[in-house]
């Protein structure tokens, strides 16, 4: 697989950290990892409306801004 994962964290010099991540779309229009898809046709599911990624940046936005406990390590899954 090629992969392009993005990667964000939060420093808080804790112990821990936290991992918090997200699958954005990894399958557009098709491919051979998609499953009743066929090649140029876009392959709906869960990734295509980015809540994940949506939810992730929400996260993030407001732990960024806190120091906590914990450090945050957040990652964007992408696979093609």
Known sequence: YNSQNILGFVNNKAK??????????HLGLGGEHAIGASLGEVHNGADDNASGVALLLSIAKVLVNQNTKYNYLFVFYYTN
């Open 16 to 25: 821990e950290t936290i991992l918090i991540s997200a699958h954005y779309d």
